[in-house]
């Protein structure tokens, strides 16, 4: 026999509509303090494609695309701006000479080191707010399950 899930109420959406807009408020706060560095102003995909890139030796445009799941049109006009801030550069693919890898420069590296230390700390308060080790793997676990539903 398949369970079938219960009917969400108009009361649900609601609530969580409330709730949703001022985690996303509170967390942009939050994230302003923290990103006041080299990377203020950069967007989720800016700050997607440097990660892919510290990674992911030596990948092409091609494998951020696919990773990222955007057109080559939206990565190409990431790439002009983290280029024209100095964060990364255009090179000649080892693996691919027909296709541009992609590197951090020295800015770059710096950049990375900030957003990991600015993310640790945002993570550490998002975590501080729960008071075990299970609460805390619950919010991961629904967290998960959140992000696979939404994106199938």
């Known amino acids: 026999m398949v369970k079938l899930k219960d009917e969400i109420t108009r009361d649900e959406i609601d609530v969580l509509d409330k709730v949703w807009h001022r985690m996303i408020h509170v967390l942009q706060k939050t994230s302003e303090e923290l990103w006041n560095d080299r990377l203020e102003g950069a967007t989720t995909i800016e700050i997607s494609i440097l990660s892919i890139i510290e990674h992911n030796p030596d990948v092409i445009l091609k494998d951020i695309s696919g990773i990222l799941e955007i057109?080559?049109?939206?990565?190409?006009?990431?790439?002009?701006?983290?280029?024209?801030?100095?964060?990364?550069?255009?090179?000649?693919?080892?693996?691919?000479?027909?296709?541009?890898?992609?590197?951090?420069?020295?800015?770059?590296?710096?950049?990375q080191i900030e957003h990991?230390?600015?993310?640790?700390?945002l993570w550490q308060k998002v975590l501080g707010s729960f008071d075990t080790k299970e609460e805390r793997q619950e919010l991961i676990r629904l967290l998960g399950k959140l992000v696979a539903n939404l994106n199938s």
């Open 71 to 111: 057109p080559g049109s939206t990565l190409t006009n990431a790439i002009d701006r983290l280029e024209k801030r100095g964060l990364i550069r255009r090179t000649i693919s080892k693996r691919d000479r027909r296709s541009f890898g992609l590197e951090l420069t020295e800015d770059g590296i710096l950049a």
């Open 116 to 121: 990991q230390k600015n993310e640790a700390i």
